[in-house]
């Protein structure tokens, strides 16, 4: 380890120092540790913190956590040993930096703590600090990692601010931080709380980073032809190639400018990234995502690894999850995918909520129960100009509420929620359905609902949450989706559902992918993520 001349006036261990803010620390004060058991050999004056708290003018809940955190270790240094900065101090701080690197976050810079831990990680010079000043190096750090681990671990953005309504991951920032130190900043890959998936994008930011910096990201023009297929020569073919060279679509290491037969598969593999009909046309649809600039991937990526950092690291193991943009859902069965199903989703104007949610109830043979305001806007109206107009649609008035009859549609296969639903019980009033218009998950994107979610496979569905449930036999489930009454069924294991919204994402064959933002969320948070704020 480097050397360090330390000149240290006065930094003793001392029982007896008073500390006026009692009443608001929540943990006892652990008077076991000692200067011949510690960490470190360096203590901390409880006055020292107050000054700190103080002069920072730290609210109530960041000077609890200071105090809490100091108070629970009998005010032993955390980032300090009498040779300098401690292993833990190293690695927080390498990890710091590469995520302001990563997420260009001037948001997070301490000037004044940048320098100074600078000055003492530069390796060629011999510095000497003054015990206050490595006291206030201390506490700068502490609080700095505080605010680290809500930022990089828990998301700088509140969901709730922007109607996603979910339970959001809940980071323990002291727990975190003396882990940290018990590990010495060792296996800090392990260490961190995020997901999966948030690693897998990271990589990927900063393959995108790099691209960005080599300056190759040109637009690509089709020239005269609009489409191009294996065999074609063009200039524009030579310029495809070189594009999907720098994603790793493409592998084969040529600059001709005939279309192979190895970037077809290239070709397929990009249109497959882009939630596109994967062909192996090159077509304008497929430029004009090629074209995107590498700037917005990257604020795309860092958007959607903002989502990341709200989930949980360890998801539950059997779950269904929705994903808007991509138009799919997913059954996660002991933490591996069971099997993935085509969606169709609410429009820009009806857009399906974002929340989660236990799936418990399946029920056949639906009735529909209209809601208001689609009785309001379309069918009241349609009421008026014509008597018929309920009976040809195989609906029903049941009352009058507040100006607006009551209207619901009876079971079969012209109800609108086809021949079964599928009820995780919320306030939103969403859930998944059948449809009889099937043609419907013919398209690439699939917005078109009133906001609830329909399955292109609903029999495969209810097979799949009553697989345990001995009595719901295949025959049984066909005739109960065709039957001319409703039927109600208990799931006997609940099913979480997220209905999640991620324009980016590694899918299990580790291909990243992107989508557009069909609702303008991610518009949204680009306003609030990437706003500029004041270095401190």
Known sequence: MKEFCFIIAIVLWCCSCKNSNSSRINTLRDTTITPTNSFSELFLDSAKLEDFIAERKLGDSAANRMRNFYNSRNYNFAWFTKEGLAEQALAFWNLHNNYIQLSNDSSFINKRLHEQMALLINEDSRVKITSNEISKTELQLTEHFFEYAQYAYAGKINPEELQWHILRKKVNAMALLDSLIATQGQNIEEWEPVNRQYNLMKNELKRYNDIKKSGTWQVISLGNKKTYKQGDSAIAVKYIKQRLASTG???????????????????????????????????????????????????????????????????EANRIIVNIPEFKLHVIENGKKAFDMNIVVGTAANSTVIFNDVLKYVVFSPYWNIPRSIVRNEIF???????????????????????????????????ALGLVKFIFPNSYNIYFHDTPSKSLFNRDKRAFSHGCIRLAEPKKMAEYLLRNQTEW???KIKEAMHASKEKWVTLKEPVPVFIS??????????????????????????????????VN
């Open 473 to 475: 036999t295949l025959g």
């Open 381 to 415: 109206p349609a009421m008026q100009r014509n008597r018929n107009y309920l009976s040809a649609r195989n609906m029903e008035q049941t009352g009058f509420s507040n100006g607006l009859p009551v209207i619901r549609q009876k079971p079969g296969g012209s109800n």
């Open 249 to 315: 679509d493409y592998n084969a290491n040529d600059t001709l400018q005939t279309f192979t037969n190895d970037l077809l598969v290239a070709v397929k593999r990009a249109q497959k990234r882009f939630g596109l009909n994967e062909n192996g046309i090159i077509d304008e649809t497929l430029i004009k995502s090629l074209n995107v600039p590498v700037s917005t991937r990257i604020e795309q990526l860092l958007i959607n690894m903002e989502r990341m950092r709200w989930m949980p690291k360890e998801p």
């Open 501 to 534: 919204y991620l324009t980016t994402w590694v899918s299990s064959d580790g291909l990243l992918n992107f989508r557009e933002d069909v609702y303008g969320h991610d518009k949204k948070m680009a306003e609030r993520l990437f706003e500029q704020v004041k």
